[in-house]
Structures are given as structure tokens and as C-alpha cells.
């Protein structure tokens, strides 16, 4: 790899970190598990990170250009000293200003890579039925598709179903994807969300969605357990 493709690669492993996307075959689309729509800031990231630079950029030059100290000036012809305010010393308004540009660069690059994380659409494409199967069934290797705010319409994450956890979040308008071999985690959002293309009540919901990822029905969403979906 050269240094000018290196260069170029870095800010979206940055931003976005590693990322195993491939193209959505339109037949997948058939096997769609779950529809919903990101937080709200999700939805509103672009928006949310033209406000921190504003910010940001209206801090630093009034750190440059108004960043003032009380200095006292003594009047030759008179006996009074007068209060006068002088701009502060260059390496103290630099330092202050590069220390807000990095805070407000940190926030936008983790509200980013944050939008990656909130599920909009997920797929469980099922394996061949000669794949190694769970006690229920389901094929261990089965294909586990999620789409974010980041992928495109025809774009998305693979996995396999193996891989998966599913855990609760807060409370019923949340659940958790945890995927084995990566160090971050995805959400849910569960209300307005529709399940296999049917829109329900919160706790419907949740357990259609556990059905659909372990083959099992859940007794009661109350009692889960953070844990893997499949089992041995």
C-alpha cells in the first residue's frame, strides 16, 4: 500500500473502525427480522456535528482574539493608575484554542462512530440445512446482516448467528447485539420498530425478535439473561 492510499484509508478506520461490509443481494432482503429507526441522534448526526464546529470554531476565536487579562498602567503625569485589559500572552490563547478544537474534533468523531452502531435493519439470511445445527434447529452458521445509518441501502455488515449475543438494554425499548471478536456492541430500538414486517407492542416485540435469533420462545423478557443466543 502506498503512503498517499494509507493516508487516505485512515480518517473512515477512524471514524467508522474495522468494518466486514459487503454488498446486499436482493434476495436477502426477503429475510428481513428487524426494521426500526435509529435514536434520534442517530438520525441527526450530520446535523448535531455542524453545530459542535460551529461552536467550536466561534470558541476558539474569541479564545484568540478575546481572551483577555487585567494589567495595570501607571500615568506619568498623574498619580493614578488606571485599569487597562491587554490580550493574554500567544501560547496561552493557542493552547486554550487547540484544547477546545480537540475536544469538539473527539465529540464529532465519537457521535460518529457511535450513529454506526445503532441498528436501522437486520436480516438472518438461514444457512443450508446440511450446516451444523443448535438443539432447535436453527444453523449455527446462518448469516446475520445489519444495516446502520452508515451502510447504504445496498450495503451492509455480515456475521453469523453464532457469533451473536443478544442481551437486554434499559428497559423494553432497548436490546443489545454483542458480536463475538469485536470490542463494541450494537442496539435496538424497539419502539415503532416492526418485527418481520409487523409493528407490535414493546414486549411482543422483544420476544418475536429473541424467537427469530434462537429458534426459542422467550417465557418472559423480564428473566433474560445477557448470554449467547445459541446454544452448544
Known sequence: ???????????????????????????????????????????????????????????????WNHWTRLEDSDDSSSDVKRKNYVLRPAWQ?????????ALGVGLAIALVRLRGKAIRKLYIVPA????????????????VLIQTP??????????TLADCTLSPGRDLSEVIL??????????????????RGKEMPLEEAN????????????????GWKSGPILGS
Open 1 to 63: 500500500m502506498t503512503t498517499w492510499a494509507a493516508i487516505r484509508s485512515l480518517p473512515r478506520h477512524l471514524l467508522f473502525g474495522p468494518r466486514n461490509t459487503v454488498l446486499l443481494d436482493a434476495a436477502w432482503k426477503n429475510h428481513i427480522v428487524y426494521e426500526g429507526k435509529p435514536v434520534w441522534w442517530a438520525r441527526w448526526t450530520w446535523a448535531l456535528i455542524g453545530m459542535d464546529l460551529f461552536l467550536v470554531s466561534s470558541m476558539g476565536e474569541m479564545t
Open 93 to 101: 490563547r493557542f493552547g486554550v484554542g487547540v484544547g477546545q478544537f
Open 128 to 143: 443450508k440445512r446440511s450446516s451444523r445445527s443448535t438443539a432447535s434447529g436453527t444453523p449455527k452458521n446462518s448469516q
Open 150 to 159: 452508515v451502510q447504504s441501502s445496498t450495503s451492509c455488515l455480515r456475521m
Open 178 to 195: 454483542r458480536v463475538r471478536g469485536r470490542d463494541s456492541e450494537f442496539w435496538m430500538e424497539m419502539k415503532g420498530a416492526k418485527i
Open 207 to 222: 420476544d418475536a425478535l429473541w424467537e427469530a435469533f434462537s429458534g426459542k420462545k422467550s417465557l418472559t423478557l423480564g
